[in-house]
């Protein structure tokens, strides 16, 4: 299960990233964030973490071992970016250089605890039904 959510998030973050630099979903190469979508305020930087962690996920999907080595690190990442963007102090203090506030507080935190419940499934035996 592992490799598949590893290849899930690859391949959503990778498009992510992708289609922030797409100016007719909002997306742009500047550093002023955007709203992508209407919705996740973005910018250069925001779209360049994406499309590294879309593309450590494909690249790491093809083993368990590494799938799960991806889903805990990125995990954690984003679960802290998402404690980060909470902070008010914090999340105001990078906004120029990295956009983490507002929704993308929710789609970070979602996505992180995804990303650790994959890695804590990697080695369980499958439940019969």
Known sequence: MAKTI????GVIYTLVGVAGFLSPLGGTFGM???PLLGVFYINLVHNI??????ISGLLMAG????AVRYLRVFGIILVLVAVAGFIRAIEASIHGYLPIGGNDVW???ASGLIMLW??????RPA???
């Not at 973490?49 to 879309?54: A, M, N, S, W």
């Not at 083993?63 to 590494?66: A, G, H, K, L, S």
């Open 63 to 66: 083993t368990v071992e590494n």
């Open 127 to 129: 439940q019969a039904s």
């Open 107 to 109: 789609l970070h935190l």
């Open 49 to 54: 973490v994406h499309l590294t962690i879309g």
């Open 32 to 34: 002023s964030p955007e």
């Open 6 to 9: 590893a290849l899930i998030f």
């Open 118 to 123: 994959g890695a804590s499934t990697a080695g």
